[in-house]
């Protein structure tokens, strides 16, 4: 069994251990969800490079008698140190990590994953504030995609009718449905429905240029938080900031 491993990985989440050492989560491109703990004093050059947002290469020690890992080199290739410059920010950033820990990091396509967070981790670095929750949409919005959960904006699930471009949609219990199917459930207007068509064709980089009235964003965005919340099984407190 290799004992020193290399990795391509994202610092998701940091929590203090003892008054000297950390545990830390990363999203690696090579095996999903990694846990280890960061040894060190306050003078570890360690703990300064493994913080949330961080992003380089990482090697891990894994002792098979103890069961656990550590974490022996982090190399930071990207800082992000825009993410702390405004609260709205961080807090959209760390809803974004907190989505990944919860869904097990995608459960398998780690790569794409990595690249998913990576770009949307970027773009909100140098984003104005009027992007925070486009951008918090976009990603949520690309996850549910790679988890498969993402149902089709194209035609009721209920009676398989094609959706007309001025449709009104509910979704419930997972399905988008037509309004002559039902009238319960939260609604999802024709303008919300046509962004999230666009927003999911295009890198999040690129959000800026595909606008729409606040009232659709927000429908929108109760729309992927009530989708993800079904499928995790909770709803995470950062999505109520963003």
């Known amino acids: 069994m290799l004992r ?13 251990v003892g008054q000297s050492h ?27 490079a493994v913080a949330p947002f961080h992003q380089g290469n990482l090697l891990l020690y894994y002792n098979p008698v103890k069961d656990y890992a550590k974490v022996t080199e982090f190399d930071v290739c990207t800082w992000r140190p825009g993410l702390r410059e405004d609260y709205q920010r961080l807090m959209a950033a760390f809803a974004l990590t907190e989505t990944i820990l919860s869904s097990y990091g995608s459960g398998g396509t780690w790569h794409e994953a990595l690249n998913i967070a990576e770009a949307t981790l970027d773009a909100y670095t140098e984003a104005s504030e009027q992007l925070y929750r486009p951008l918090a949409v976009h990603f949520l919005w690309h996850w549910i995609s790679l988890l ?27 399905s988008l449905v037509c309004e002559s199917c039902t009238h319960d459930g939260l609604a999802l207007g024709a303008g919300a429905r046509r962004w999230l068509h666009s927003i999911g064709q295009i890198p999040a980089c690129s959000i800026a240029r595909y606008s729409a009235s606040p009232a659709s964003i927000s429908q929108a965005k109760n729309f992927v938080t009530v989708l ?15």
Not at 159 to 169: E, F, P, R, V
Not at 228 to 242: A, D, F, H, M, P
């Open 4 to 16: 020193n491993i290399r990795y391509n990985a994202l610092v998701l989440k940091v929590k203090a």
């Open 22 to 48: 950390r545990e830390a989560w990363f999203l690696s491109a090579e095996s999903g969800i990694l846990h280890a703990t960061v040894f060190g004093g306050p003078r570890s050059h360690l703990k300064g």
């Open 148 to 174: 498969g959960l993402n149902p089709s904006l194209e035609h009721c699930d209920r009676c398989g009718a094609l959706l007309s471009a001025h449709a009104l949609t509910f979704f419930v219990h997972g």
């Open 228 to 242: 993800l919340r079904e499928s995790l099984g909770k709803r995470i407190q950062t999505w109520e900031i963003i």
